[in-house]
């Protein structure tokens, strides 16, 4: 990410969350994973990330958490990414991954929960609140003392949100966030994310998902953006998501059946 300094650190976005010109990121092999994307989100919306497999979705999301750095330029709220050190950045987003078990390492729920907010340099009072809250945030409050191998998948993803909640940010970046889930899990876990109050951006293959919880959705594929809009209007756009090797959600063929 370009770390100058000067009058681009602070872009006058009160009411963006995440403002991003001309980010790009090629892996150490050759493989050229985004081209100069450009887009914004706002604060407080839920933002949909959808595309093929290979299309750039959980690249952008480690971008956007700092976790690799490319040619481009970020803004967080207004704050250029590049100014932002490893404690501070998670008090203002924070990622959960596609797969639990990458956030989950230690003995039990509760010290998995409570290492990020000790990394922010929280005093333990302070901690063991933060803990109790994020644990009741996701119904995962009886589970503190047992080891994260001991639980479901969707148990263990509740408690990988909880590692997020704990640090009390403004954004948070979900990849694939209903992978693996059986349907009631999922229905659960949407509904969870639905009530959150914060800026949210997903990535997902879940289009009933996508459908359910975002404001606007962007089509990634070969690493560039193909489009952006309210999620109505992308969701319904059967011949866009064809050509991305995407489908409109369940309940947009319901519909049409019906109309028809």
């Not at 929280?122 to 995962?140: F, H, I, K, P, S």
């Not at 640090?167 to 899990?185: H, Q």
Request: hydrophobic fraction near 45%; aromatic fraction near 6%; glycine fraction near 8%.
């Amino acid at each position: 990410m370009d770390s100058a300094s000067g009058a681009g650190d602070v872009v006058n976005t009160a009411s963006e969350a995440i403002t991003v010109e001309e980010l790009s990121y090629t892996y150490p092999d050759g493989t050229v994973a985004l081209q100069s994307l450009s887009f914004r989100i706002h604060v407080g919306e839920c933002f949909g990330l959808i595309g093929p497999n290979g299309a750039g979705k959980s690249t952008l999301l480690l971008l956007l958490n700092g976790v690799i750095e490319g040619p481009g330029r970020v803004w967080l709220l207004g704050q250029s990414l590049a100014l932002f050190n490893e404690q501070k950045l998670p008090r203002r987003m924070s990622m959960v991954f596609e797969n639990p078990d990458d956030q989950l390492f230690m003995s039990t729920v509760f010290d998995d929960v409570a290492f990020g907010a000790l990394n922010l340099g929280l005093d333990d009072n302070t901690v063991r609140q933060r803990v109790q809250a994020a644990l009741e945030a996701v119904g995962m409050e009886d589970f503190a003392a047992k080891p994260p191998y001991h639980l479901s998948l969707g148990e263990k993803k509740r408690v990988a949100l909880a590692t997020v909640l704990v640090m009390d940010c403004e954004i948070i970046a979900l990849d694939e966030p209903t992978n693996g889930l059986d349907p009631a899990g999922r229905e659960e876990f949407i509904q969870l994310l639905d009530s959150l109050p914060m800026t949210k951006i997903i990535a997902a293959h879940d289009m009933e998902l996508i459908e359910q919880l975002c404001d606007r959705v962007a089509v990634l594929d070969e690493g560039k953006i193909a489009a952006v809009g309210p999620a109505s209007d992308i969701l319904g756009d059967e011949e866009l998501l064809r050509d991305h090797k995407l489908r409109c959600p369940l309940t947009y063929h319901r519909v049409a059946k019906l109309g028809g």
